[in-house]
């Protein structure tokens, strides 16, 4: 049993044509339209919701819209707004990765869909976000047809090749950590935050980076009460903050999405951990989504 990457990040929004020229036509994402044709998606009944699921590297972004107001991802929207919905972990046994979450006092809201003897298709389950840092946690395991599961058809969006990290922000080291690596089974990568204080982030923050596949889950302390991150926990509560991008080419990619009309917060920076080059586009150019920035220093 195991979490071996994060299978996608979703999204909730008000306007599925909208979106998709969003995250389609001005990032540069493709849609799997053998899942989720355009320009309607995926049809779920689970929660009335319409959804295009847009390939980023080994994960996905996942566009819900919600078919009905009344439905817990529509009063979700007419809640909180359109933005980050929930965080969909892969694993490699659903049964006993439920099983392990609820020990460790997590409230399931769907349990297992499907059998563990099906073939195709996949199964899913949903935590409730209460005990979870706020935020939902969705479950998915792609089930073997044909010997195999279906593998992830990798995508990118100009030189945007993977998600690097989700940003989590939390009130407390401890509660935060617990829930991770303790509930979850992960680990901390203690050569880039070492434990127990992890490392200094921009914005007054200790950072602990917590590594999924080929992406993290990046865990975000606030360390005073005026910072953005501390005025963002106070008004929305811990939980999901940002999603970031890893890009080839950060300049290009800063000007090619300045040039389509998103909006840039600051300027592309060095970060604190490597010198890594950061930019940041404003959640009101998004849809609601903080989005990040991220290139590793270029060799030589």
């Given at each position: 049993m195991a979490f071996t990457r994060i299978h996608h990040v979703g999204v909730v929004v008000a306007d599925l044509d909208a979106a998709r020229k969003l995250w389609v036509d001005t990032y540069g994402f493709k849609a799997d339209e053998s899942r989720s044709?355009?320009?309607h998606g995926?049809?779920?009944?689970?929660?009335?919701?319409?959804?295009?699921?847009?390939?980023?590297?080994?994960?996905?972004?996942?566009?819900?819209?919600?078919n009905d107001a009344e439905s817990g991802t529509g009063r979700y929207?007419?809640?909180?707004?359109?933005?980050?919905?929930?965080l969909g972990l892969y694993t490699d046994n659903i049964e006993e990765d439920v099983r392990r979450l609820e020990k460790g006092g997590l409230r399931t809201v769907v349990p297992p869909k499907g059998s563990s003897q099906?073939?195709?298709?996949?199964?899913?389950?949903?935590?409730?976000?209460?005990?979870?840092?706020?935020?939902l946690l969705e479950l998915w395991q792609d089930m073997p047809a044909n010997g195999e599961p279906r593998r992830p058809v990798r995508g990118s969006g100009g030189g945007i090749t993977r998600i690097h990290?989700?940003?989590?922000?939390?009130?407390?080291?401890?509660?935060?950590?617990?829930?991770?690596?303790?509930v979850y089974g992960l680990e901390v990568d203690e050569a880039i935050s070492p434990l127990?204080?992890?490392?200094?982030?921009?914005?007054?923050?200790?950072?602990?980076d917590i590594p999924v596949g080929e992406s993290e889950i990046e865990v975000i302390v606030p360390q005073d009460t005026e910072s953005g991150t501390a005025r963002f926990l106070a008004s929305r509560g811990p939980g999901m903050h940002h999603i970031c991008?890893?890009?080839e080419d950060m300049e290009r990619e800063m000007k090619r999405l300045r040039d389509a009309g998103l909006q840039e917060i600051g300027s592309v920076s060095r970060g604190r951990l490597r010198g890594e080059s950061i930019g940041?586009?404003?959640?009101?150019?998004?849809?609601?989504?903080?989005?990040?920035?991220?290139?590793?220093?270029?060799?030589g």
């Open positions: 044709p355009l320009p995926r049809h779920v009944t689970l929660d009335n919701v319409n959804i295009l699921d847009l390939p980023v590297g080994e994960s996905e972004l996942e566009i819900n819209w919600p929207l007419a809640n909180r707004g359109a933005g980050l919905h929930h099906q073939r195709g298709g996949q199964r899913v389950a949903f935590f409730h976000p209460k005990e979870n840092l706020g935020f990290h989700v940003g989590f922000v939390a009130p407390d080291i401890g509660e935060a950590l617990h829930l991770f690596c303790d127990p204080d992890g490392r200094t982030g921009n914005d007054n923050v200790r950072v602990f991008f890893y890009s940041w586009l404003h959640p009101k150019s998004n849809m609601g989504v903080l989005v990040e920035l991220w290139q590793d220093p270029v060799e």
